[in-house]
């Protein structure tokens, strides 16, 4: 009998642990899907530019989401300092050239400095 009154803890637990196994579980699924949503909506973004020219909305300016601005710009610059099948990388100087003079219209201004500052790390 009391076996049995010292395995009742036990049991319950593992019912419970069970439980929070598939609450934590159906938890994940939500956000993941959650992620995956707000991602997609930034990676369709992504081609807008600060000065509304861009696409698929015509977007302009804070309407962009700052996830969609921040992957325009760091795109960009992979794209300028990637070799290319029908042209050579671009200089550092070229790529810093092009995104001080493409800041407020292609790119968010304030995410351009940023990038310069803390992310290439230069003034």
Known sequence: ?????NAMPLIIFNTRLQSLKG?????RNIIVFLINFLLAGYVLAHHERWDGTGYPKGLQGKEIPIGARI????SSYDAMTSER???NA????KVLAEIRNSAGTQFDPEIAI???GKVL???
């Open 90 to 93: 671009l200089s550092e100087e």
């Open 121 to 123: 790390c230069k003034e």
């Open 1 to 5: 009998m009391n076996r049995q009154i």
């Open 23 to 27: 609450f934590y579980s159906y938890i």
């Open 71 to 74: 992957i325009a710009l760091a």
């Open 114 to 116: 940023i990038f310069i």
């Open 85 to 87: 099948p029908y042209r």
